[in-house]
């Protein structure tokens, strides 16, 4: 009897169940206290070390909109938002993550997260001023898994840019999509962030059943942050969405007519979880940000979740292109409440780069043929030194 035995197989290669096939032997407990109402993902506050180099990729390059902008600190916004920042740059002395921010949907949400947090004995701070600009009472924490993690509902209304076409590039930028953090305990951290509400929507598993990753919702599209097995907590990416995927194809002619191609870590290319098309950038003090769309709705109750096997090469770019090491191995620091990085936790499951892409790793195609049916120029792809 395997781990999948409760798994329906699809044709198109993954599995899929009705709950989320993901169990921790050792949980964070679950509070009585009700969770606070999480709408969305709704901002990130980033520490960078050279802010003119930050506004420079952020704005020139990305085409993100400034809201508002002080000597230290400048508030960016997609196209579509309505809300103050969809993403702070703030200069400091270290590169890294101080909030992952979502907006709960009324203000006694903030009262519920204070309670939930308290009782599991994390840090808490509530800031009726709130934490940053143009918005109001805020509750910051660090989570059980060591993420600052912010809510708030009261903020500043500003106004949505969707019809400013005027003011719109190739690659226009129209709406924060999701977090992504790394995590060493994956089932863990799945369970807790379920306690908060969240969903499973799809996840990368082995057959013995050691969890690589796993991408949870609160809005109805695949998630709003996923959990990323390796060493953390730390910061894998913050995610962008497009309108389409040209405006990804934009971005990457516009990268290269800048020479600044080198900002591209990953992709073009399109997802195998999440069947979105994507892109990966490095800012300039590293911070990874995707670009985003076209993944798909999951707001029935129903909504089958989703399990890729972890050497099925098509799962993290449906085209097969293999990932690149870096991809798995670099992420940010996150921040605890006094702005110091929070320490980084080695990951002591299998890491999912060891076991496709490392000496001993493989990878198939068609899972009934195994990896010696793939071209043998093409089997190296997917082996450390074997890359020009
Ligand atoms: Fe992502």
């Known amino acids: 009897m395997t781990h999948r035995d409760g798994m329906t197989p699809t044709s198109s290669g993954f599995y899929v169940s009705a ?29 960078v070390t050279d802010l003119a180099a930050s506004r420079a990729f952020y704005v020139d390059v990305l085409g993100l909109h400034v809201t508002e902008e002080e000597d230290e600190t400048v508030y960016l916004r997609c196209t579509e938002e309505f809300i103050h920042h969809n993403l702070v740059l703030r200069r400091g002395p270290v590169a890294a993550v101080a909030a992952f921010s979502y907006r709960v949907r009324g203000p006694e949400d903030l009262d519920r997260a204070v309670a939930f947090y308290t009782e599991l004995g994390c840090r808490v701070e509530r800031r009726p001023e709130g934490f940053t600009r143009g918005i109001g009472d805020s509750v910051r924490v660090e989570d059980p898994l060591g993420f600052p993690y912010e809510f708030f509902h009261d903020v500043e209304h500003v106004e949505r840019l969707s019809w400013r ?32 509400g969240f969903r499973v929507t799809e996840d990368i598993q082995d057959e013995s ?13 695949v998630h709003d942050t996923a959990a990323t097995g390796g060493d953390g907590p730390r910061m894998h990416h913050v995610a962008f ?12 002619d516009k990268l290269g007519a800048l020479r600044r191609s080198d900002a591209i870590e ?15 950038l490095r800012d300039p003090d590293g911070h990874r940000v995707e670009i985003y769309t076209q993944d798909y709705y999951t707001g029935d109750p129903d909504n089958p979740v989703v399990t890729w096997d972890v050497h099925d090469n098509q799962r993290r770019d449906w085209w097969g292109n293999p990932v ?15 702005g110091n990085p929070q320490p980084v936790v080695a990951r002591t499951d ?11 790793g493989f990878s198939y195609t068609r899972p009934d043929e195994g990896e010696e049916s793939m ?3 093409k089997q190296g792809e997917y082996k450390l030194g074997h890359q020009l």
């Open 19 to 47: 709950e989320a096939p993901i169990a921790s032997d050792h949980p964070v407990p679950t509070p009585e206290a009700t969770p606070p109402d999480i709408l969305r993902c709704a901002y990130m506050e980033l520490v």
């Open 165 to 196: 076409y005027d003011l719109h590039t190739p690659g226009e930028l129209i709406r924060i999509d999701h977090f992504n953090q790394v995590t060493p305990d994956v089932p863990r951290a799945v369970r807790h962030y379920q306690d908060l």
């Open 209 to 221: 059943g050691t969890v690589y990753a796993a991408w949870m919702r609160r809005k109805p599209t």
């Open 241 to 252: 969405a497009t309108h389409e995927k040209h405006n990804i194809l934009a971005i990457c």
């Open 266 to 280: 990953r992709g073009p290319g399109r997802h195998g979880v999440s069947n979105a098309f994507y892109l990966y």
């Open 324 to 338: 690149v090491p870096s991809w798995y191995t670099e992420a940010s620091l996150v921040l605890d409440l006094d």
């Open 350 to 360: 299998t890491s999912e780069m060891a076991v496709t892409i490392g000496a001993d």
């Open 375 to 377: 071209p043998e120029w």
